[in-house]
Nanobody
Framework: QVQLVESGGGLVQAGGSLRLSCAAS????????MGWFRRAPGKERKFIAA????????YYADSVKGRFTISRDDAKNTVFLQMNSLKPEDTAVYYC??????????????????????WGQGTQVTVSS
């Protein structure tokens, strides 16, 4: 079992920044690829970003590319999502997720929610215009 706890959400004005954190516990963190997803009110959950187990590769949805950055600190068992130039349409509940799979590659696979076994409870991000 892996427990994931997100933090860092809040209310921010358009153009502002937030840094989300996701702290993991329970298993060896470096054995997991990590992803961030979000769900806006009345909409389906969508992939935002992912980082491989080694941290060597990252993947982003087009909607956040150039504005968001995913990173990981294995010494702290934490994955981060730095969000800059926030827009009202970024308003959503943000979830981190962990995938134990070692054989996936590329955006098409890491963007799929079904490869992630463990999920956090989410943190609300609200961007005002």
């Amino acid at each position: 079992q892996v427990q994931l706890v997100e933090s860092g959400g809040g209310l921010v004005q358009a153009g502002g920044s937030l840094r989300l954190s996701c702290a993991a516990s329970g298993r060896t963190f470096s054995n997991y690829a990590m992803g961030w997803f979000r769900r806006a009110p009345g909409k389906e959950r969508k992939f935002i970003a992912a980082i491989t187990r080694s941290g060597a590769n990252t993947y982003y949805a087009d909607s956040v590319k150039g504005r968001f950055t995913i990173s990981r600190d294995d010494a702290k068992n934490t994955v981060f999502l730095q969000m800059n130039s926030l827009k009202p349409e970024d308003t959503a509940v943000y979830y981190c997720a962990a995938s134990p799979a070692a054989y996936y590659s590329g955006y098409s696979q890491y963007s799929q929610g079904h490869i992630y076994t463990y999920w956090g409870q989410g943190t609300q991000v609200t961007v005002s215009s």
